[in-house]
């Protein structure tokens, strides 16, 4: 089983920047399509960004021009750089595999991400 670890997370003003990191156990993971997702208070868990292992990337709307996902095999570990951060990117944010690949694997504790002035 695959264990996930989000860390980079915190308070930010809005306009702020913050780097998120996953990182992931086993083997496996340089061989799968990655995922960033994030779940706000009362809303359910969305996709903010995804990366193939060929390094081809996909965003939603809401964070396009702003995130970048990004990930070093070598290390087992996928990268998402926030900028521009506004309120509404406040939320919980986890990795996990790209679910339109694959079914995800058991959730971490995700990071907290707070924009707020």
């Known amino acids: 089983q695959v264990q996930l670890v989000e860390s980079g997370g915190g308070l930010v003003q809005p306009g702020g920047s913050l780097r998120l990191s996953c990182a992931a156990s086993g083997s496996m993971f340089g061989l799968l399509a990655m995922a960033w997702y994030r779940q706000a208070p009362g809303k359910e868990r969305e996709f903010v960004a995804g990366?193939?292992?060929?390094?081809?990337?996909n965003y939603a709307d809401s964070v396009e021009g702003r995130f970048t996902i990004s990930r070093d095999n070598a290390k087992n570990t996928l990268y998402l750089q926030m900028n521009s951060l506004q309120p509404e990117d406040t939320a919980v944010y986890y990795c996990n595999r790209h679910m339109k690949f694959g079914s995800p694997w058991s959730w971490g504790q995700g990071t907290q991400v707070t924009v707020s002035s």
């Open positions: 990366i193939r292992v060929n390094s081809i990337t």
